[in-house]
T-cell receptor, first 114, second 107 residues
Framework: EAGVAQSPRYKIIEKRQSVAFWCNPI?????LYWYQQILGQGPKLLIQ????????DSQLPKDRFSAERLKGVDSTLKIQPAKLEDSAVYLC????????????FGAGTRLSVL | GIQVEQSPPDLILQEGANSTLRCNFS?????LQWFHQNPWGQLINLFY???GTKQNGRLSATTVATERYSLLYISSSQTTDSGVYFC?????????FGTGTSLTVIP
């Protein structure tokens, strides 16, 4: 099973500040996802990577959000500047693989924008 | 994108009771997964089930792909089953999640 480490676990910032999240998958999965989960809702895809390339970023607010994947492994998601409505849990996931078909999620980063 | 609807939105059970959670989706899919999100926010995969029936202990799931729905059965519920259950579907690599069923099991 793939381990997906995310950091930090919690972050509190004021609006208009910048913030960055990190995702460090233990296993080498070609596909990596960032999701935004607002309280009371299901996760919503922000961006999907295949190796180093972006497959889908149609729901990423590109005026303030950016993401990159380094050497097809680790990934960072940045928000600059943050708005109140960005308060959410940001989840990183990897997979599926041809032989596994399932997604593995990290524990997430809970962001509060004041 | 694909619309995913889950029902019921909330469920409260006495420990030991059984329950059925439903997931309806609006288009044909090649991947369907059920997840449990525990009170600490961790999403754990329960089943990969684009069609057919699977069982794992007290949990089982059935997907009828031709009718675009999936069911998750929980038998003899325990307090540790509490949390939110999500259905997620995909036609390729992008996954669409439902809004979840929040389950509370009381002792």
């Amino acid at each position: 099973e793939a381990g997906v480490a995310q950091s930090p676990r919690y972050k509190i910032i004021e609006k208009r500040q910048s913030v960055a999240f990190w995702c460090n998958p233990i296993s080498g999965h070609a596909t990596l996802y960032w999701y935004q989960q607002i309280l009371g809702q299901g996760p919503k895809l922000l961006i999907q990577f295949q190796n180093n390339g972006v497959v889908d970023d149609s729901q990423l607010p590109k005026d303030r959000f950016s993401a990159e994947r380094l050497k097809g492994v680790d990934s960072t998601l940045k928000i600059q500047p943050a708005k109140l409505e960005d308060s959410a849990v940001y989840l990183c996931a990897v997979g599926p693989l041809e032989w596994s078909h399932i997604q593995y999620f990290g524990a997430g980063t809970r962001l509060s924008v004041l | 994108g694909i619309q995913v609807e889950q029902s019921p939105p909330d469920l409260i059970l006495q420990e030991g009771a059984n329950s059925t959670l439903r997931c309806n989706f609006s288009d044909s899919v090649n991947n369907l997964q059920w997840f449990h999100q525990n009170p600490w926010g961790q999403l754990i995969n329960l089943f990969y089930i684009p069609s057919g029936t699977k069982q794992n202990g007290r949990l089982s799931a059935t997907t009828v792909a031709t009718e675009r729905y999936s069911l998750l059965y929980i038998s003899s519920s325990q307090t540790t089953d509490s949390g939110v259950y999500f259905c997620a579907v995909s036609t390729g690599n992008q996954f669409y999640f439902g809004t979840g069923t929040s389950l509370t099991v009381i002792p």
